[in-house]
């Protein structure tokens, strides 16, 4: 009766996956079916979805709905396929010419009012897409910096539901304000921007980090950091209270170079996934410097979490410095 398909992509770790969403409407009781191996946030997607297309002032189809996302042996988890869902659903239902989404690869979670939320891990998702032979995506305005990082791809960076129906139908494109409140930090995330401020990953800014040349003498110690630093070794320092070894170690990662395009799209890819990269500044060009407390908990270094785990201090550090003070 009614049939149409788009692209989104399952992330897998730090590697996406792409994944074809396909919708098809019979007639027969009204009933909305999701298959292809969902998590729970995923099998939330119906009811986000079917509030997101009312909301945008559409009809939702009063037919037997079934969505499919295959290949349904990969497992799928979180908010991310909610608008290909959507756009697959309003083409199947003929408000989208089926034609129209059928090589697009879509990301971002939907609000019940058909906002288009970010999600984590746009920035492996597109290189997946790109990776696959697509060409365009479309993406939560707010990652669409990060999306553009990968070459070869059209990135059309959208802020609601009716953004992108009136994009794809070439109709009038209506004004939508800012998102409320997607500028707040992630609250799982607080409390990480300095080294050593309380438990986290420690993540920082190397703009912020100090300089090698403050320290007075140590010649044999500033040696073993510039060896560690040339070679990319790992480096033990231990020695009495107060004799410099934090002050040493925290100006490791000042001395290290500036990561290659390929090294900055790994490490870009990693902070992605972990919903850290700050806004204005997709691209992760320096190595990282993490310097988690030495009360930080197992999975906060080593990572974990259900559905999409998150990075921790170790995956964080790739490329660059992984500081453990007081690692006895
Ligand atoms: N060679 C040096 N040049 C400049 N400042 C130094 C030097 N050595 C020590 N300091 C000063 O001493 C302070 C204490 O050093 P730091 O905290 O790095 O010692 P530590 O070896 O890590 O000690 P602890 O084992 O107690 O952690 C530094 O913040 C710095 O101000
Ligand atoms: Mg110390």
């Known amino acids: 009766m009614g049939f149409a398909r788009t692209c989104s992509v399952a992330l897998v770790g730090v590697e996406g996956v792409v994944v074809e969403v396909q919708a098809d409407l019979e007639p027969g009781l009204a009933a909305f079916t999701l298959v292809g191996l969902p998590d729970k946030s995923l099998s939330e997607s119906r009811d986000r979805v079917r509030a997101a297309i009312v909301n945008s002032g559409e009809t939702w189809p009063q037919k037997k709905l079934t969505v499919g996302l295959s290949p349904a042996s990969v497992p799928k988890s979180g908010s991310g396929f909610d608008l290909g869902v959507a756009c697959a659903v309003l083409a199947a239902n003929e408000r989208i010419a089926p034609p129209a989404i059928a090589d697009l690869v879509m990301i971002g979670e939907l609000g019940l009012d058909g906002r288009v939320r970010p999600v ?3 920035l492996p998702a597109v290189l997946a897409a790109a990776d696959a032979g697509y060409r365009q995506v479309v993406v939560p305005e707010r990652t669409a910096a990060e999306a553009s990082l990968v070459p070869g791809v059209s990135v059309l960076g959208i802020r609601t539901l009716r953004q992108l129906i009136a994009i794809l139908n070439d ?13 707040r930090p992630d609250p799982l995330l607080a409390g990480l921007a300095v080294p050593g401020a309380g438990i986290g990953t420690g993540v920082c800014d ?14 044999t110690a500033r040696r073993a950091l510039e060896i560690s630093a040339a070679g ?34 790994e490490v870009t890819a990693v902070h992605s996934v972990a919903g850290i990269l700050p806004p204005g500044k997709p691209l992760v060009d320096t190595p990282p410097y993490c310097a988690p407390h030495h009360s930080a908990t ?6 974990g979490g259900s559905g999409l785990p998150r990075p921790g201090a170790v995956s964080l550090a790739h490329r660059g410095v992984l500081f453990l003070d007081e690692a006895r």
């Open 298 to 303: 197992m999975p906060s270094i080593i990572g």
């Open 232 to 265: 990319g070794h790992h480096l033990y320092l231990k020695g009495p209270p107060g004799a410099g070894k934090t002050m040493l170690a925290e100006r490791l990662a000042g001395l290290l170079p500036r990561l290659t395009a390929q090294e900055s799209l």
């Open 120 to 122: 984590r891990g746009v």
């Open 206 to 219: 190397r703009q912020t980090l100090p300089d090698l040349a403050d320290v007075a003498g140590q010649h």
């Open 171 to 183: 109709e009038t494109v209506p004004e939508e304000t800012e998102n409320r409140g997607e500028g």
